[in-house]
C-alpha cells in the first residue's frame, strides 16, 4: 500500500514538470518577437544644415596717376626774350602712370569679376588760343591762334606692358571737336585676359598690364607781333588739357 502511493505521487510529479518546462520556452520566444518589432528609441527623423565659407579678394579697378593739373612751357634758354621772332616754348609732364589693382597701391591682388577688363586714356582740349597778359594787366598784344603756332603733344612711352597700344603724337591746330581725342595709350579688353597672359588674381605671381609714360609739349610765341609795353613780362594761358580714363567692357 504504501509502495504504491509513493510510485504515483512520483508520476504526477513528473507529468507536472514537462509542461511548465514548456510555459517557460514559449515565454522566451514571445519575449524575442517583441523586442525586435519595437525596438525603435528616439527621434525618428532628424534634421541637418550644410554651411561653407569662402573668402573673396578685391575687384579689380584701372587708376590713373601722375598727370600734372599744370604745364609750364618755357624757351629753352631762360636768359632768352622775345624780339619779335618766333620765341619756342616746351614743356613736359612726366611719370603717367595707368595701372589695376585691387586698391590705390599698384599691384594688389584683385579680380575683375567679369566687369571692366580694357582701358583707354584720352586727351582733349579746351579753346584754341594762346592768350597773353601782363602782371596786373589785361595785355593781348601777344596772343595768338593755335592755328597760327600749334600746341604739339609728342607722348613717349617709358614702361608700357606689351598688350598696349600708344599713339605718340598731337597737333592741336583748332578747337577741340567730338572725336578728336588723343589716345596715347590703350588696352583692349581681349589682351587683358585672366587666362592669358595677366593674372592679377593669381595667388602666387600675380601679373599686371601697366603703363608709364610721359608727354612733352611745345609751341612759339610768333614772330612779328608788337607787344604793347616792350621790356614788360608776359605770361601765356593756352588751351587746357584733360585726360581722361574711359574703361572698356
Known amino acids: 500500500m504504501n509502495k504504491e502511493f509513493t510510485m504515483n505521487k512520483r508520476k504526477i510529479a513528473a507529468s507536472l514538470a514537462t509542461p511548465f518546462a514548456a510555459l517557460l520556452m514559449l515565454a522566451g520566444v514571445q519575449s524575442s518577437v517583441s523586442a525586435f518589432a519595437t525596438g525603435i528609441e528616439g527621434t525618428a527623423d532628424t534634421d541637418a544644415t550644410t554651411a561653407a565659407s569662402a573668402d573673396s579678394i578685391l575687384q579689380c579697378g584701372w587708376r590713373i596717376t601722375g598727370v600734372d593739373s599744370a604745364i609750364t612751357l618755357a624757351n629753352p634758354d631762360p636768359d632768352l626774350e622775345y624780339t619779335g621772332t618766333d620765341f619756342e616754348l616746351a614743356g613736359t609732364d612726366t611719370g603717367v602712370k595707368v595701372y589695376l589693382s585691387g586698391d590705390a597701391n599698384e599691384s594688389t591682388r584683385c579680380s575683375f569679376y567679369n566687369d571692366y577688363k580694357g582701358a583707354q586714356v584720352k586727351v582733349s582740349w579746351d579753346g584754341a588760343e594762346f592768350v597773353s597778359s601782363r602782371p596786373g594787366v589785361p595785355d593781348t598784344s601777344l596772343s595768338w591762334m593755335v592755328s597760327e603756332k600749334p600746341l604739339n603733344v609728342t607722348y613717349s612711352d617709358a ?91
Open 159 to 249: 614702361s608700357c606692358a606689351a598688350a598696349w597700344q600708344t599713339q605718340s603724337d598731337l597737333t592741336i591746330a583748332a578747337a577741340f571737336t567730338s572725336g578728336n581725342e588723343l589716345v596715347p595709350a590703350a588696352i583692349p579688353s581681349t589682351a587683358v585676359d585672366e587666362a592669358a597672359e595677366y593674372n592679377p588674381a593669381a595667388k602666387t605671381s600675380p601679373t599686371f598690364p601697366s603703363c608709364g609714360f610721359s608727354a612733352s609739349f611745345s609751341t612759339a610765341v610768333p614772330g612779328n607781333q608788337t607787344p604793347n609795353a616792350p621790356g614788360s613780362t608776359y605770361s601765356f594761358a593756352g588751351p587746357g588739357l584733360t585726360t581722361t580714363l574711359v574703361l572698356e567692357p
